[in-house]
């Protein structure tokens, strides 16, 4: 389960996510619709601290942080409950195809 409550983030003096709250049960699927600039991607990203919200809770599977108070030991056991896919993604040229594509699975479980 997901859920949400009071998720805020802005940049500046711009409030792009204002009290977002959202519950997800195991099983659902959802999207996510919206203009663009209407923050879908900012909450994705506050989900698993790419971006760090300015306010709110994150309960997901079992882990629960509170945003203002998370520690990095909250941010890397919420890291392990999410993925993302990123729309514009970068590549180490370095790696080989197979090793680009372990990175991001060894990396945040050892």
Same mark, same amino acid.
Do not use: W
């Given at each position: 389960?997901?859920?949400?409550?009071?998720i805020? $983030?802005?940049? /500046? +003096?711009?409030?792009?996510?204002?009290g977002?709250?959202? &519950?997800?049960?195991? /099983?659902e699927?959802?999207? =996510?619709? /919206?203009?663009?600039?209407?923050?879908? &991607? #900012?909450?994705?990203?506050?989900?698993?601290?790419?971006? $760090?919200?300015?306010?709110?809770?994150? +309960? =997901? /599977?079992?882990?629960?942080?509170? #945003?203002?108070?998370?520690?990095k030991? +909250?941010?890397?056991?919420?890291? $392990?409950?999410?993925?993302?896919?990123?729309?514009?993604?970068?590549l180490?040229?370095?790696?080989?195809?197979?090793?680009?594509v372990?990175?991001?699975?060894?990396?945040?479980? $050892?």
């Amino acid at each position: 389960m997901i859920r949400l409550q009071g998720i805020k $983030k802005q940049f /500046g +003096d711009q409030e792009v996510l204002k009290g977002i709250d959202l &519950t997800i049960n195991k /099983g659902e699927v959802i999207t =996510i619709l /919206g203009p663009s600039g209407s923050g879908k &991607t #900012t909450l994705l990203r506050c989900l698993n601290y790419l971006e $760090k919200p300015n306010g709110g809770h994150i +309960d =997901i /599977g079992h882990v629960s942080v509170a #945003t203002e108070k998370a520690t990095k030991k +909250d941010i890397i056991a919420l890291r $392990k409950q999410t993925a993302m896919v990123f729309q514009h993604y970068n590549l180490f040229a370095h790696k080989t195809v197979i090793e680009n594509v372990m990175e991001g699975l060894s990396s945040p479980k $050892k």
